[in-house]
């Protein structure tokens, strides 16, 4: 057994969620000296919750698997000190924000429903989730961010010393974009065009799963105000993530807007969600609930995670980098498609992670025969909607 399959059995055995803004995750509480868990009998109501509720039934759901302790980083980032130089211009301010988002990082996901539609409404038990993780930067231009999510999860009841790492998400930022690959439902995505007048000024943040499959693209514009960075997105679609997949069937589609702020050590992440369910064209879409979302990604200095980070790419990288080749030639040359979910018993993660896992044990790689991997593994999970 590859280690692939026994890391992904124990990312399985403690719950997987596909990105905050979608991706894989492990969830896990903090240190116990950082964050003490208090009873049912403790607990008045969450914030923006439901305090009129039996404070029992409205408990966090996720993980349990601990992770080993953190330092927060107390100074400052570079970036953070870069974004704040006077004599920026609006796209050299922009794009300085983009790239603070790069570092190692403490993650906690947290998801609560804020009201409903349906009859008989009740709300679903509120998510919480924590991981440790680091962001690298694949590619920077001046109008090109592209930044890769990798997490390096440290255990405090491993034996083993060495983390797990296991690629995770990836989000692409473009200026003045004016070819968007929007999410549709049914695991459709679409080309849709901007106008200049439309596109300029802004970026639109391309947002990947872990496979370099797109999960959703929306578009926004950073503002720079009272010593605060925040991009705003406009609405969009996107899959259910893997928090909703295993436990929800009645909706489909998670619609929203995304608010990333820039802080001096680290950024959040806030979505204001809608839950659709998504049928025919014909028909409208109905939304079940409103959900709120904060995601907090807080710089750390220990444990490292770029070291066990960039090993792994060092790997793996040259395969993943055709994979995402293979990606591009699709949005350029077709205006919509459907992913399948598996193809030959499989899904598409599994086919990617298998084939990079075995790269990494060999320790070295076939440029062409990775090349032929990835693109006919994409090939055979693309569909004409």
């Known amino acids: 057994m590859n280690r692939f399959i026994i890391a992904m059995q124990r990312l399985l055995s403690i719950t997987i969620i596909f990105g905050t ?119 920077n231009t001046p109008t090109f961010v592209s930044l890769q999510h990798t997490l390096v999860m440290y255990f405090a009841d491993d034996e083993v010393v060495k983390p797990m790492v296991m690629k995770h998400w990836r989000q692409d930022w473009t200026y003045d974009d004016l070819d968007l690959y929007v999410y549709r439902g049914n695991l459709v995505w679409q080309r849709v065009k901007l106008t200049k007048e439309e596109a300029d000024g802004g970026w639109s943040q391309a947002v990947f799963q872990v496979d370099d499959s797109p999960r959703y693209e929306s578009f926004g514009r950073w503002e720079h105000a009272d010593g605060v960075s925040r991009w705003t997105s406009n609405d969009a679609w996107r899959p259910l993530p893997r928090r909703e997949f295993s436990v929800r069937e009645d909706y489909n589609v998670l619609g929203g807007t995304h ?27 109905r939304c079940l609930a409103c959900e709120l979302g904060v995601n907090r990604y807080e710089r750390i200095d220990e444990p ?20 995402r080749s293979a990606w591009d030639e699709v949005f350029r040359s077709r ?19 298998g084939y990079a896992a075995e790269i990494e044990e060999a320790g070295g790689y076939d440029t062409e025969a990775g090349r032929t991997h990835a693109q006919e593994t994409i090939r055979k999970f693309l569909a004409t909607p």
């Open 304 to 323: 490292t995670l770029q070291e066990p980070a960039d090993a792994y790419w060092a790997k793996t990288g040259a395969y993943w980098k055709e994979v």
């Open 335 to 353: 205006d919509h498609f459907q992913l399948k979910k598996q193809a030959d018993g499989k899904k598409l993660y599994e086919e990617h992670f």
């Open 259 to 285: 608010a990333i702020t820039i802080t001096p050590t680290g950024w959040v992440h806030i979505q204001d969600n809608r839950k659709l369910q998504v049928g025919v064209e014909s028909e409208p879409p």
């Open 21 to 139: 803004t979608a991706a894989i995750s492990i969830v896990g509480r903090a240190d116990a000296a950082e964050s003490p868990q208090q009873s049912s009998e403790n607990i008045v109501s969450m914030a923006f919750g439901w305090p009129f509720l039996d404070p029992a039934s409205m408990e966090t759901r996720g993980g349990t698997t601990q992770g080993t302790k953190v330092t927060l980083a107390e100074a400052p980032s570079a970036a953070w000190n870069e974004l704040q130089r006077p004599g920026l211009d609006d796209r050299e301010k922009d794009r300085q924000a983009i790239l603070a988002m790069a570092g190692s990082y403490r993650v906690s996901f947290e998801f609560i429903e804020s009201m409903g539609f349906t009859e008989d409404y009740a709300p679903s038990r509120p998510y919480f989730s924590w991981a440790t993780e680091h962001v690298r930067v694949l590619a």
